[in-house]
T-cell receptor, first 112, second 112 residues
Framework: ELKVEQNPLFLSMQEEKNYTIYCNYS?????LYWYRQDPGKSLESLFV?????AVKQEGRLMASLDTKARLSTLHITAAVHDLSATYFC????????????FGKGTKLSVKP | NAGVMQNPRHLVRRRGQEARLRCSPM?????VYWYRQLPEEGLKFMVY????????ESGMPKERFSAEFPKEGPSILRIQQVVRGDSAAYFC??????????FGSGTQLSVL
């Protein structure tokens, strides 16, 4: 059974600080996704990571994938209040199309 | 290009009633997915459909739940004889090629 674990589950940061969210998964997978969700809203796609060593950056967020370690990281640089949200990683179940297994999410709060 | 449209946004039902949730995928997308989210949890896969076909329903409860994606019109997730445990946010996603999923704003179902 594919399991996806994120940590931390809650993260309170100060503005301008850096931090990393970790996503571990238990079996091999083709793709890993990072999503952002604001309260009461839908999920916004941030990154799709397809191969070992993949690194993608958008603004203050950078995601990387190590398929050998079954680990992805979401690094936040110089956090700002607008980044406050819940961040989910999700891994596609092998042999399926679109059956994503989600982590429980990391609730990020950036305080001035 | 409008995003994935779900309606209603909020749905209140009494125990034993039927709930119908609708999802119109993005234009040009032929893959539709339904996910369920409980409070403070990640999303759980329910079903994956293409036009007129159910491709993967491994996450759907065997009883009371059904889904369709007809040739014309939106995809429908139908829950018969709802119980309190069905209360959740139901998200639909669509994709042109199952690699990247675009999520709708969700339907919050409350069962009284």
């Amino acid at each position: 059974e594919l399991k996806v674990e994120q940590n931390p589950l809650f993260l309170s940061m100060q503005e301008e600080k850096n931090y990393t969210i970790y996503c571990n998964y238990s079996t091999t997978s083709d793709r890993l996704y990072w999503y952002r969700q604001d309260p009461g809203k839908s999920l916004e796609s941030l990154f799709v990571l397809l191969s070992n060593g993949a690194v993608k950056q958008e603004g203050r967020l950078m995601a990387s994938l190590d398929t050998k370690a079954r680990l992805s990281t979401l690094h936040i640089t110089a956090a700002v209040h607008d980044l406050s949200a819940t961040y989910f990683c999700a891994v596609v179940l092998g042999g399926s199309q679109g059956n994503l297994i989600f982590g429980k999410g990391t609730k990020l709060s950036v305080k001035p | 290009n409008a995003g994935v449209m779900q309606n209603p946004r909020h749905l209140v039902r009494r125990r034993g009633q039927e709930a119908r949730l609708r999802c119109s995928p993005m234009k040009g997308h032929s893959h539709v997915y339904w996910y369920r989210q409980l409070p403070e949890e990640g999303l759980k896969f329910m079903v994956y459909l293409q036009k007129e076909n159910i491709i993967d329903e491994s996450g759907m409860p065997k009883e009371r739940f059904s889904a369709e994606f007809p040739k014309e019109g939106p995809s429908i997730l139908r829950i018969q004889q709802v119980v309190r445990g069905d209360s959740a946010a139901y998200f639909c996603a669509s994709s042109p090629n199952y690699e990247k999923l675009f999520f709708g704003s969700g339907t919050q179902l409350s069962v009284l």
